[in-house]
C-alpha cells in the first residue's frame, strides 16, 4: 500500500494548490475515468456484453486515467482484477441460485466461457494482485506534472480500493474454484446427454 510519505506528498500537493485558486474541484470532476467492460475480462465474451442477464461489471469498476502510462496501466489493471473476482463470483451465486439454465443454449455457453475464465485467472488472482499492490507503491508521483498529481491522488485511492477486494477474497478463492469446478462437471453431463440423443436418433 502507498506510504505514509508518498500520502503526505500527495496531501501537501493539493493544499499547495488549493491555495492557488478555487478550481481544484472542478479539475478533480473533469479527471479522466473509465470502467472495466467485460470483454475486458475475456474477448469472447463480446455478445453477453451490457446485457443486465450475464454482465455484472457494467460501469462499476471504475479507473483514472492520468496521461501517464506506467500509472495508467496499474490503475486498470486494478480494476480489471477486481471486476474479473466480481463476474466470476456474480456468475457461480447466480448460477448457485438457479438465475442461469444449463437447459438453454445461451446460458450454457455463457457458462462455460466463465468456467474457462475461471480455471485460467483464479490460481493466480491473488497473486498477481499482491505484484499490482507492490507496483503502485513504487510509482512516484512526483514524476508527473501537477494536473497529474491531482488526479493521480484519485487513481491511487481507486487503486487501492480495488485491490483490497481482491485480497479480502484470498480465503474464498479455493472455495469458488470448487464452484466451478462442480459447473464444469455440470457442463459435461448435459453435453453428454445431447450427444447420447444425437446418437439416438
Do not use: C, W
Not at 479527471?31 to 456484453?49: M, N
Not at 463476474?87 to 450454457?108: A, V
Request: net charge negative.
Amino acid at each position: 500500500m502507498l506510504s505514509t510519505r508518498l500520502v503526505s506528498t500527495f496531501t501537501l500537493s493539493i493544499s499547495l494548490l488549493i491555495g492557488a485558486g478555487p478550481g481544484l474541484a472542478s479539475l478533480l470532476k473533469r479527471a479522466g475515468v473509465e470502467s472495466i467492460q467485460l470483454t475486458e475480462i475475456h474477448e469472447d465474451l463480446r455478445s453477453f456484453e451490457d446485457r443486465d442477464r450475464y454482465d455484472y461489471v457494467d460501469d462499476d469498476f471504475e479507473y483514472s486515467v492520468i496521461g501517464s502510462e506506467a500509472f495508467d496501466d496499474v490503475f486498470r489493471r486494478s480494476a480489471l482484477q477486481a471486476g474479473r473476482l466480481y463476474q466470476l463470483r456474480e456468475t457461480s451465486s447466480r448460477y448457485r441460485e438457479g438465475e442461469l439454465s444449463l437447459e438453454t443454449t445461451e446460458d450454457t455457453d455463457f457458462l462455460g466461457l466463465m468456467t474457462m475464465e475461471a480455471f485460467q485467472s483464479l490460481p493466480t488472482l491473488v497473486s498477481e494482485t499482491e505484484r499490482l499492490s507492490t507496483l503502485i507503491d513504487n510509482l512516484n508521483p512526483r514524476e508527473l506534472g501537477r494536473l497529474q498529481q491531482i488526479r493521480a491522488v484519485r487513481g491511487f485511492n481507486r487503486a487501492r480500493k480495488n485491490i483490497q477486494m481482491v485480497l479480502d477474497a484470498r480465503g474464498d478463492i479455493d472455495d469458488l474454484l470448487n464452484d466451478y469446478k462442480t459447473l464444469q462437471a455440470d457442463l459435461e453431463t448435459v453435453e453428454d446427454e445431447d450427444e447420447e440423443a444425437e446418437e439416438s436418433q
